[in-house]
């Protein structure tokens, strides 16, 4: 575990030195402003509802930019061959670089903390719904983070990592949130296509509500990519 905290440390502080940390923040933060300008409308609740809503799809494309090079640069750059050489498990590595970019989530999430200040000194802020909220985009943020780990871990490219990563993202959340708006589908259908999609399990966050079973769907389907990064990685250290 110490080793797997030391990765971290070095992901995170590579996040701070390189400009892909600092675009993706300034990325995030712009397009959040722009939506918390939407909840400070006369007649809006104050809850964050609106940023809490369309904060996942910005997520669908700033998560693959900060998880891209995770472990794909380590593969392009060479890297990778001490790292695995050394007396570290692939678990360990994973989870490191997992636990780093999970970090840097958490920091990039932590300005827009400002924004519960500001309705604060306009407004009386319903703090249920806002604490739901960064819940759910804390397990949201997890899940994304580990598919893009995966694809980081498929690849030499980072480009191509963050393309495939986007892909999944699309179709695991947006798919079936546009999938909900056709009224064609059956009941069997939204069972169990819909109703499993990431946005949908997200909803009831943003509505204040913390629900087990999302929170069990996002563990879970987050520890099955973090696995399938692993053994990725076993499988192409004997390559």
């Known amino acids: 575990m110490n080793r797997a905290l030391v ?3 070095r992901e995170l502080t ?3 030195i390189s400009p892909v940390g600092y675009v993706a923040l300034m990325l995030f933060l712009i397009l959040t402003g722009v939506l918390f300008l939407r909840d400070l409308e006369p007649g809006k609740p ?5 940023i809490f809503d369309w904060m996942v799809w910005v997520l669908v494309i700033v998560v693959p930019v900060l998880s891209m090079g995770l472990l794909s640069q380590e593969w392009s750059s060479g890297t990778i061959e001490p ?5 570290v498990g692939e678990t360990e590595v ?14 990039l999430l932590a300005p827009t903390l400002c924004y519960v200040v500001v309705l604060r000194i306009f407004a009386r802020p319903d703090y249920g719904p806002i604490f739901s ?5 804390l397990l949201v943020g997890s899940l994304f983070l580990a598919v893009g780990l995966f694809c980081s871990a498929l690849t030499r490219s980072q480009v191509v990592a963050a393309v495939s990563a986007v892909a999944i993202l699309f179709t695991i959340t947006i798919v ?12 069997a259908w939204r069972r169990y296509f819909v109703d499993q999609g990431v ?7 943003s509505k204040g509500i913390i629900d087990t079973g999302h929170i069990v769907f996002f563990a879970v389907l987050t520890a099955v990519f973090l696995f399938l990064t692993v053994k990725v990685l076993e499988s192409r250290r004997w390559k």
């Open 46 to 50: 104050a809850a964050m509802r609106t």
């Open 176 to 187: 079936p949130w546009w999938a909900d708006r056709i009224a064609t589908l059956s009941t």
């Open 94 to 107: 994973v989870l490191g670089k997992f636990a780093g970019g999970l970090a840097f989530f958490a920091i």
């Open 83 to 87: 790292l695995m050489t050394a007396p």
């Open 7 to 9: 990765i971290a440390r």
């Open 133 to 137: 909220g960064y819940v759910g985009i």
């Open 14 to 16: 590579g996040y701070f």
């Open 199 to 205: 946005y949908n399990r997200y909803a009831d966050f």
